[in-house]
């Protein structure tokens, strides 16, 4: 098995509709799709992986305030990368 092969790979979420419509209404969809995939993938999956509809909530709450912020991603600073 080659170095590239045997890497852990995190699996794929889907954006659920409940998500995507709390995006748009914040006007954070842009915001959402400029974090770099891993972040997208790992913030809907915290999300859903939530049991309680109150801690779906909250946890939905944090990132859309992360990406309004956009200085914030899981409660860590977050500096994005400037190209140009």
């Known amino acids: 098995m080659t170095a590239a092969a045997s890497r852990l790979k995190r699996p794929r979420h889907e954006m659920p509709e409940y998500i995507r419509e709390a995006l748009l209404a914040r006007g954070l969809m842009?915001?959402?799709?400029?974090?770099?995939?891993?972040q997208q993938n790992d913030y809907i999956g915290w999300i859903t992986r939530a049991k309680r509809a109150e801690t779906r909530e909250?946890?939905?709450?944090?990132m859309l305030d992360e990406l309004e912020q956009g200085n914030k991603y899981m409660k860590m600073n977050y500096r994005p990368k400037r190209y140009g």
């Open 30 to 38: 842009d915001a959402y799709r400029s974090r770099p995939p891993y």
């Open 58 to 62: 909250r946890r939905l709450a944090q």
